[in-house]
């Protein structure tokens, strides 16, 4: 199993059984910065998943790409 395999598995094991995690994230294109926010994931997918964070205060939802956890541009606090 590829490590891009394992962080898929494990994400997809997270959202069926806590979907509520915290997150760090700095990526660039579109502009998202949170730092140890909490977030629901909403969805799973084959390359990749979806967010919704609140905060703004207005749930807002984003669809992240694995590979950007592989980069260590996201952080799942619960996956350390």
Do not use: W
């Not at 997918?45 to 669809?63: D, L, M």
């Amino acid at each position: 199993m590829t490590a891009l395999e394992t962080i898929k598995s494990r994400i997809k094991n997270l959202y069926e059984t806590n979907s509520d995690i915290h997150i760090n994230i700095s990526v660039t294109h579109p502009k998202i910065s949170l730092r140890n926010d909490p977030v629901t994931i909403k969805g799973v997918y084959p390359h990749v998943f979806r967010i919704e964070e609140v905060s703004s205060g207005v749930p807002k939802c984003h669809t992240l790409q694995y590979t950007d956890v592989l980069t260590k541009q996201i952080e799942i606090i619960e996956l350390l």
